[in-house]
C-alpha cells in the first residue's frame, strides 16, 4: 500500500514471484469512469474507491477461500479502506511503501503510459493518506531498492501473523 508512485507494483511483482504466489495490481480494477476522472486530473473520492475496494475485498476472499496466497497491490489510503479490504481476510497483513513528495514526484514523472498524473493528483492522495500504526503494516522506506523492502517485508512477515 501507499500512494502513487510509491513502487506497489513493481515491489508487490517481485514479491509475488518470490513467493511464488498471484499478483492482481489493483489499478487494472478501477471502472473505466474512474480511470477517465484519474487520466482528466480529477482525484477520486471516498464515493469512486467504494466500489473498487469491494471488488478487491472480494478478489481477497475468493483467494483465501481457496486456501491460496495473495499479494494485491492497492493504495489502501485510509483506515477505513484498508478496514474494507480486510472483509475479505482478516489476517490481510500491509506492507506499506512511504516516501518523500519529491522522490515520488519525480517517479511519476517518469511513468509516460499510467492513467496518474499530476502534482494535484499526488497532493491529493498525500492528504488523504493515513499512515497505518506500526501494529497495522510493515513499513519500508521507497529510497530502499525494491528486492531490499521484499526481504525486509519477509523478514517481518511471520511477526505479523500473531
Known sequence: ?????????????LLARRLGVAFIDGDDYHSPTSVAKMASGIPLDDEDRREWLETLA??????RRRDETLVLACSALKERYRELLRQGDPELV?????GERAQLRERLASREEHFFRGDAMLDSQLRDLEAPAVHEAVTCGIADAPEVIVDTFLEALPHCRG
Open 58 to 63: 472480494q478478489l481477497i476472499d475468493d483467494h
Open 1 to 13: 500500500m501507499g500512494v502513487s508512485g510509491s513502487g506497489k507494483s513493481c515491489v508487490g511483482a
Open 94 to 98: 500491509f506492507l506499506f511503501l512511504q
